[in-house]
């Protein structure tokens, strides 16, 4: 199975503040890349899809960028709402993974 | 409005079964994959498998961790998912999403909690 991990595991952040969050897969899976937001309590909500694209409804302030590897989700001015838990996930294969998660705190 | 609704979480011993159900609503449901996450306490998500939608036949595919365990299976005509939970073991402890696949996981159920203890 591919292995997706993220850096950091948690990020201490400001409002207004830039924050990116990186996630490697243990092997090549193109642009097949999504990326999630959940806060406590509720379901995740689809941010990114196909590394870069962005879901309808989801602010512009978010982003993503990669191909292959490595790939960055970027808040480019963090709002209260986006203190949450971040999650990358490769459907690149019949088997898909999750990352295991990125918390960004209120600094 | 798209809606998913997860039923049937409860409390099972280990080694018993369990079948949750994915009602769907708002959307042409043969149309789409449908694929279960699950999420144990305070822990990350973790893929379970997915069911793909009509046209590709209805196949399916599933992690590791629960394959000859768990399988999954659609009504269409009912707009329903299942996850037929076999030989449980104390692991499969979590919240259990089922969502719709487009492009990502595009929309997600309210989640349904099975605990497996004895």
């Known amino acids: 199975d591919i292995q997706m991990t993220q850096s950091p595991s948690t990020l201490s952040a400001s409002v207004g503040d830039r924050v990116t969050i990186t996630c490697r897969a243990s092997?090549?899976?193109?642009?097949?890349l999504a990326w999630y937001q959940q806060t406590p309590g509720k379901a995740p909500n689809l941010l990114i899809y196909r590394a870069s694209s962005l879901q309808s409804g989801v602010p512009s302030r978010f982003s993503g960028s990669g191909s292959g590897t490595e790939f960055t989700l970027t808040i480019s001015s963090l709002q209260p709402d986006d203190f949450a838990t971040y999650y990358c996930?490769?459907?690149?294969?019949?088997?898909?993974?999750f990352g295991q998660g990125t918390k960004v705190e209120i600094k | 409005e798209v809606q998913l609704v997860e039923s049937g979480g409860n409390l099972a011993q280990p080694g018993r079964s369990l079948r949750l159900s994915c009602t769907a609503s708002?959307?042409?449901?043969?149309?789409?994959?449908i694929t279960w996450v699950r999420q144990a306490p305070g822990k990350g998500l973790e893929w379970v498998g997915f069911?793909?939608?009509?046209?590709?036949?209805?196949?399916?595919e599933y992690a590791a961790s629960v394959k000859g365990r768990f399988s999954i299976s659609r009504d269409d005509s009912k707009s329903i998912a299942y996850l037929q939970m076999n030989s449980l073991k104390t692991e499969d402890t979590a919240v259990y999403y089922c969502t719709r696949e487009k492009t990502g996981l595009d929309y997600w159920g309210q989640g349904t909690l099975v605990t497996v203890s004895s």
């Open positions: 069911i793909r939608g009509e046209a590709y036949g209805g196949t399916t």
């Open positions: 708002g959307f042409p449901f043969g149309d789409y994959a």
């Open positions: 996930q490769q459907y690149s294969t019949f088997t898909w993974t």
């Open positions: 092997q090549s899976i193109s642009v097949w």
